[in-house]
């Protein structure tokens, strides 16, 4: 502040509050009242753009009460502005992931696919607001997704192994060869892919993952006899599958 010509304070201009910082995001976030079940929240992020995304609360008990934290990445990323993409939750992370009493986020993806710069930031900062501000266990972080969220838990698992625990890939595709040479996933990989999936043949899939494998990955893949590319509801099973190997293969 600085004095006028009498001698008196100025008022300083508030109008103004200057670029958003990370601090703000972080005030807005721990300022969530959280319920039990779906909170559906809106979060303005650094680029005068939101950040939609569930966050599904398996109880409010903020004490001694550490619990996993699953990052569910909703399909058709990229299909179109869709404002309640990240609301499908319900039949498949919900039911799949139930026997973990984990805290589940689902964020929006704003139409464009995972694996960009946006959806980088988002996806970190999500992790590391639920960290910070609830109850989770940092060791048991886990990225899940299905068909173009599937491809985005690939690219997480290979990029950001130092987050996240595993990795649950659902009727996805990512080639990690090079040059026809697997590259090794850091983390702990479990596909779960349907056998008449014609968007992403099966048989595409396996070879990568085989080659991940030789590789030195440990990626387990279940085919889903009969299904296909869009029925995710009915891969829940699997995922309650993949629930028991988070517990007994990865965390044990």
């Keep these: 502040m600085s004095c006028n010509k009498s001698g008196i304070f100025d008022e300083p201009d508030i109008g103004d509050a200057g670029p958003r910082t990370y601090e ?5 976030f721990s300022n969530i009242d959280f319920n039990t079940g779906n909170n559906d929240i809106s979060l303005e992020n650094l680029k005068n753009g939101t950040w939609n995304f569930r966050v599904i609360m398996p109880d409010v ?5 550490k619990r996993p934290l699953i990052i569910t990445l909703h ?17 498949l992370a919900e039911t799949g992931f139930e026997s973990l009493n984990a805290i589940i986020i689902s964020p929006n993806s704003n139409a464009i696919l995972w694996p960009t710069i946006d959806n980088n930031e988002q ?36 990029t ?10 659902m009727a996805s595709q990512y080639n990690t060869t090079n040059n026809g040479v ?4 850091p983390i702990p990989v479990y596909v779960i892919h349907g056998e008449d999936d014609a968007l992403f043949p099966v048989e595409n899939v396996e070879n990568w993952v085989n080659a991940s494998i030789d590789s030195g990955s440990d990626i387990t893949m279940v085919i889903a006899p009969g299904l296909t590319h869009n029925e995710p ?7 309650q599958d993949a629930a028991d190997w988070l ?5 044990n």
């Design 24 to 28: 703000d995001i972080q005030d807005d």
């Design 61 to 65: 008990d903020f004490t001694n009460n």
């Design 75 to 91: 399909g058709c990323a990229a299909c179109g502005d869709s404002p309640n993409a990240h609301k499908f939750t319900e039949c």
């Design 123 to 158: 996806v970190l900062a999500l992790v590391d607001l639920a960290s910070t501000y609830l109850p989770v266990d940092t060791n048991k972080v886990v990225i899940h997704g299905y068909s173009d969220g599937g491809n985005g838990s690939w690219f997480f698992a290979e």
């Design 160 to 169: 950001q192994s130092g987050i996240f625990s595993a990795s649950i890939p």
């Design 182 to 185: 697997g590259r090794k996933i």
């Design 233 to 239: 509801c009915e891969y829940a099973s699997y995922l």
């Design 247 to 251: 517990v007994n293969h990865v965390w």
